[in-house]
């Protein structure tokens, strides 16, 4: 790697761990949700302020959404996303069956739905809405995320690195990236930080594997904060809201943090981990389009 290329690297990892303290020393004061939506854009701040500073400029953006015969990545990410996150929570209910209890669960009791089948038949109405609409919510802070992890630090990696090397480094990189708020129990709850931010850095792998492979098939971040944003989006459906009564495991599931929760994802980013491992180093430096 060339010595500008290291500089900006090191830039970009002073600005983002000292934007990322001051988020978490703020969270650590005041738990508020907002500043964990915030934190989602010092990432992509990172990068501007990198460019500014080094004078690397608008080049290599990816930005361009490059849909000519890129459409069915889109369409994918955007509904098979909670095909995969339902089918590891499908997954969890086989082997937890006690668990499933949907008349019992915080959805049910906020509709006070009466009988079964008026709560299934709510959730024909609300869940193909929200698999449209929930990914457009969080489209901006996703972006604000993978504007710096897929399309800024894993093309510089991917010059020196293989696919599958530099999408696991880019990967690992992100999961400790949370650490700050996974330690205080966010996703995972409080009083094991060690263990939650383990679980984190496990979970980011396999996600970032999907969007390392997404950014470099397509040449686009959009692909990748996309199906970053209808992960996220998942959270205001939650499995475990809908058809849970008691209080997820966080380590388990069903919701996609769990190990069974996460199988669909797990599934999926292994394949995308053995794809990208059978691509030569040269395949991996995805086009730039500004």
Known sequence: MEPQEKRRLLVFAVLVVLFDAVMAVWYGLTGQSNVLVACMFTPMLSVILTRLVTGEGARDLYLAPRFRGQVRWYLAVWFATPLLVYAGALLYFVVFPQDFDPMGSVLAAQLEAAAPAEYAAALAQMIPLAVLVNPLTGLAQAFGEEFAWR????????????????????????????????????????????????????????????????????????????????????????????????????????????????AGLIMAGSLCLWRLAHLPQTAAAAKPQN
């Open 151 to 262: 399309g800024y630090l894993l093309p510089k990696l991917a010059k020196v690195l293989s696919p599958a090397r530099a999408v696991l480094v880019t990967s690992v990189i992100w999961g400790l990236w949370h650490a700050p708020f996974v330690a205080m129990g966010y996703n995972y709850g409080a009083g094991h930080p060690a263990a939650n931010i383990a679980a984190m850095v496990v979970f980011c792998v396999f996600v970032g594997s999907i969007e390392g492979f997404l950014f470099l098939r397509t040449g686009s971040v959009w692909p990748a904060a996309l199906f970053h944003a209808a992960l996220n989006g998942i959270d205001l459906w939650a499995p475990a809201d809908l058809l849970m009564s008691r209080p997820a495991n966080a380590f388990l599931g069903p919701n996609p943090v769990g190990i069974l929760g996460g």
